[in-house]
RNA sequence: GCACCCGUAGCUCAGCCCGGAUAGAGCACCAGCCUUCUAAGUUGGGGGUCCAAGGUUCAAAUCCUUGCGGGUGCGCCA
């Protein structure tokens, strides 16, 4: 804001302070009885050898007001400073359906990676908020105007394959993967791996899986696909296929889109010649004994970059697919999405890329996250014991359905269901871990995503029965607390948007959400829109003000992928 | 062992980056508010050694150090 600039000048003369110094001292108080700005006067004190409570006295009794303020109270031994409201009614009475949007970004591009199942495998709510971060990402970067690239970057090679391919061949049971590919594929995934826990000798702990009938089994296969087995090739492309209708239709539920699908696999050969190129060079070691080759670290551990049977591993598909989209989108920033337990391998790619002599490895950001919890239950693929993504959103619009049934209302099951998903994954601090329950997800109340649409909905119905609202509008002679606290609400806006970028969190945009809608339920419940006592004018500028809000909250769920609706 | 993350109300979380006014929400619990724009709402109440101990400071949940507790990583897995 500028008008923090504006102050501080003001402020620059009469406490013999520097202007840059008082804008860092400035502060925004609690609560917006207390004023706009807050001054305290504690290092004056130590300046003046006064006492903090008497500068401010002093202070308060000494500055002439000037624009913007229009106010300046002491209070203890702060400063407090009002501004004239005109400025912030001017700014709330501007707000178009474009509020907050930016086009800074200048149309630079952003690559953004996330999603990223394995194929093959069901996505579990562990899944989802690669998923949803990713995509709000993509929407915060957009709406500040860059352009970014969603890839979902799907892992399509691996021992997994290898252990399907075997059970595909055993038991896959065609009638049941046509009605249901997805549980299919996780019935012959479980029972593979039955059949070689089976094989485990106890006490074999960190070797229980060498040496196993079965693991060999799945090895072989893998290996068939790496030498182009038309066999086995045919099967991987079922699988694929097979989960791909999985996949889609979760994406579909969510309402999420990549620019560009693509898998791993794609980048085994281009990452093999890179790391051979950078063997030659000397940049990358051989290991003498078995021919492996790996690169070191001055503060990481060393890693493996081919292994000594010459296939890539993740790495080495990782360097590939990064070199070439550095070529391919010239991008400003690449983001990967994913959780924390791949830190350390984001902090070995970027520096392998920078060894490697590509000029990029600074405009690479790795976004870790946390595990979701949910509730006592462990979630493992291996056991089968999971909790289906599909599933649980089918049970929150489920849930969402008996609501507006018991209700009597409108609404969109979808929307409702969906949007309280997304916004418990989303709203949490990423880095933090998200403890997820179906109680937690079935509950509509609260700091809930219902709660906002809900929100959304009561502000649409006093515009949806006011028909129009007025184009002049005057300035109202007094606003209350209630109006004043919506009033700062809505203008936080823009901030918050530009630093959910910065920081590559949205969850500050969930937040804010929630306490725009707060503010708002606080206005709706002690100010009356329509017909109020305070008279025609009142009615016209806060019909603009519950507008102003819609809008700005339309636009902060549309951040999050949260959609909308006018009844519920 | 080394490295990273977390620790705030019974539970789930904001606040910490950038130190300032009585530490905030939601859930749960108790008591109110629907003949007034949607009660998926709202008002009030109880509930806190901000993990602990030192340090810096006029001022510490916030910064620094150490310790404790929990999670994670350190594979020719992905």
Redesign the pocket.
């Known amino acids: 804001m500028q008008h923090k600039e504006e102050i501080a000048k003001q402020l620059a003369k009469p406490t013999g302070l520097k202007k840059e110094e008082i804008e860092?001292?400035l502060?925004?108080?609690?609560?917006v009885e207390?004023?706009d700005y807050?001054f305290?006067c504690?290092?004056l004190?130590?300046i003046m050898k006064k006492s903090?409570v008497e500068i401010a006295k002093n202070l308060a009794s000494n500055i002439k007001l000037k624009s913007p303020i229009s106010q300046i109270k002491a209070?203890?031994?702060?400063l407090?400073i009002f501004i004239d409201k005109k400025i912030f009614v001017e700014e709330v009475l501007n707000i178009n359906k474009d509020y907050g949007r930016d086009n800074f970004g200048n149309k630079k591009k952003i690559v953004i990676d996330f999603s990223s199942p394995?194929i093959g495998k069901p996505m579990h709510i562990g899944h989802i908020r690669s998923t949803i971060i990713g995509d709000s990402l993509m929407r915060i970067y957009s709406y500040l105007g860059y352009e970014p690239f969603g890839i979902n970057y799907m892992?399509d090679?691996?021992?997994?394959i290898g252990k399907l391919i075997v059970a595909w061949e055993l038991w896959l049971n065609k009638d049941e993967l046509k009605k249901d590919p997805v549980k299919e594929l996780l019935r012959l995934y479980v029972k593979f791996c039955e059949k070689e826990k089976s094989q485990v000798q106890e006490g074999t702990d960190e070797q229980e899986?060498e040496n196993n009938e079965w693991t060999n089994k799945a090895k072989e296969k893998l290996k068939l696909i790496e030498m182009g087995d038309e066999k086995a090739h045919k099967i991987w492309e079922e699988i694929r296929k097979a989960s791909g209708k999985g996949f889609d239709r979760v994406y579909k539920m969510l309402n999420v889109e990549f620019n560009e699908v693509t898998g791993?696999s794609k980048f085994s050969e281009a990452g093999k010649e890179i790391v051979m190129n950078a063997a030659k060079k000397g940049i990358a070691k051989t290991?003498r004994?078995?021919?492996?080759i790996?690169i070191e670290f001055d503060k990481l551990?060393?890693?493996?970059i081919?292994?000594?049977?010459g296939?890539?591993?993740?790495?080495?598909?990782d360097i590939a697919a990064a070199v070439e989209r550095n070529k391919k989108y010239k991008f400003e920033k690449m983001i990967y999405v994913t959780?924390?337990?791949?830190?350390?391998?984001f902090q070995q790619l970027f520096e392998i890329i920078k060894k490697f002599g590509y000029d990029f490895s600074d405009k690479c950001y790795h976004v870790?996250f946390?595990?979701v919890?949910f509730g006592n239950e462990i979630i493992a693929s291996r056991a089968g014991k999971i909790v289906l993504l599909e599933d649980v959103l089918k049970k929150t619009v489920e849930k969402?359905k008996e609501?507006?049934k018991k209700?009597e209302?409108?609404?969109d099951e979808e929307k409702?269901g969906v949007g309280?998903v997304k916004y418990?994954i989303i709203?949490?601090?990423p880095?933090?871990?998200?403890?997820f329950?179906w109680?937690?997800a079935l509950?509509?109340?609260?700091?809930?995503g219902?709660?906002l649409?809900?929100?959304y909905?009561?502000a649409?119905?006093?515009i949806?029965?006011a028909k129009k609202i007025a184009r002049k509008i005057k300035i109202p002679k007094n606003l209350n607390e209630k109006e004043k606290e919506l009033i700062k609400k809505i203008l936080d806006f823009p901030k918050i948007v530009k630093?959910a970028a910065e920081?590559l969190n949205p969850?500050?945009i969930a937040?804010y959400s929630?306490?725009l809608?707060?503010a708002f339920?606080?206005?709706?419940?002690?100010?009356?829109?329509?017909?109020?006592e305070e008279g025609k004018e009142t009615e016209v500028f806060?019909l603009k003000l519950v507008d102003a809000f819609r809008t700005v909250l339309k636009n902060s769920l549309y951040l999050l992928g949260i959609e909308v609706?006018?009844?519920?």
Do not use: W
């Open positions: 860092t001292i502060e925004i108080p609690k609560s207390l004023g807050a305290p504690f290092k004190a130590g903090p209070q203890g031994p702060y407090n394995n892992g090679i691996g021992l997994h899986f791993q290991d004994e078995t021919g492996a790996y551990p060393k890693k493996f081919l292994r000594s049977n296939t890539a591993s993740y790495i080495t598909q959780d924390y337990r791949q830190m350390m391998h870790p946390g595990t919890n969402a609501e507006i209700r209302t409108k609404g409702i309280a418990i709203k949490n601090e880095q933090k871990d998200v403890e329950s109680d937690q509950s509509f109340e609260g700091n809930t219902p709660y649409q809900y929100s909905a009561r649409s119905s006093i949806n029965k630093e920081k969850s500050l937040n929630f306490e809608s707060q339920n606080g206005f709706y419940t002690s100010c009356k829109v329509i017909n109020p806060r609706m006018e009844e519920m």
